[in-house]
T-cell receptor, first 118, second 111 residues
Framework: AQTVTQSQPEMSVQEAETVTLSCTYD???????LFWYKQPPSRQMILVIR??????QNATENRFSVNFQKAAKSFSLKISDSQLGDTAMYFC???????????????FGQGTTLQVKP | SQTIHQWPATLVQPVGSPLSLECTVE??????LYWYRQAAGRGLQLLFY??????ISSEVPQNLSASRPQDRQFILSSKKLLLSDSGFYLC??????????FGPGTRLTVL
């Protein structure tokens, strides 16, 4: 079965510092997508970043970047220059490019709660 | 781009009462749609998904049901609510690159 694991239930970081959230996944697929979602206290789910497995280059969106290690099945999220507005629950998610993509069902990790402290 | 509306935003219902949560999508046609439930501080549990009108797949056996009467309308229902049905309900639509776009959610409290 395909699974996504986030081993850090809670993390904290000082404002302006850098923090890395971990995510590992298990799959036999070779082509897939990985995502990080952010859920702030409003509980609106927001897509932060997307990585396509066939792309070796790590995705970057402003202060958010990923470290994608396909062989290790690892997909960590780095937040640079942390801001108070980054306080949220972060979810890692996975979907194969084929097969399950017909239904579009995402496989989510359990989430990591990040607290940015002033 | 897509916009997802969920109604109502907040709901307090007594045990045993019926439930109807509505999700409507704008800015796309024939989307795959999803209902999730989330307990406070916890992860997402996929309840139902739909790949088209009248097509519903259930992920978790429970006293909830879903319907898709129109292309961009997805409804979550129950005939008799249980205390365990309390939670935050999110509707989502499949977007480009296999990601999902989420609505603002409905907070349901069953007393």
């Amino acid at each position: 079965a395909q699974t996504v694991t986030q081993s850090q239930p809670e993390m904290s970081v000082q404002e302006a510092e850098t923090v890395t959230l971990s995510c590992t996944y298990d799959t036999s697929e070779s082509n897939y997508y990985l995502f990080w979602y952010k859920q702030p206290p409003s509980r609106q789910m927001i897509l932060v970043i997307r990585q396509e497995a066939y792309k070796q280059q790590n995705a970057t969106e402003n202060r958010f970047s990923v470290n994608f290690q396909k062989a290790a099945k690892s997909f960590s999220l780095k937040i640079s220059d942390s801001q108070l507005g980054d306080t949220a629950m972060y979810f890692c998610a996975f979907i194969p490019s084929y097969g399950s993509s017909n239904t579009g069902k995402l496989i989510f990790g359990q989430g990591t709660t990040l607290q940015v402290k002033p | 781009s897509q916009t997802i509306h969920q109604w109502p935003a907040t709901l307090v219902q007594p045990v045993g009462s019926p439930l109807s949560l509505e999700c409507t999508v704008e800015g796309t046609s024939n989307p795959n749609l999803y209902w999730y439930r989330q307990a406070a501080g916890r992860g997402l549990q996929l309840l139902f998904y739909s790949v088209g009108i009248g097509q519903i797949s259930s992920e978790v056996p429970q006293n909830l049901s879903a319907s898709r009467p129109q292309d961009r309308q997805f409804i979550l229902s129950s005939k008799k609510l249980l205390l365990s049905d309390s939670g935050f309900y999110l509707c989502a639509s499949k977007a480009a690159y296999n990601e999902q776009f989420f609505g603002p959610g409905t907070r349901l409290t069953v007393l």
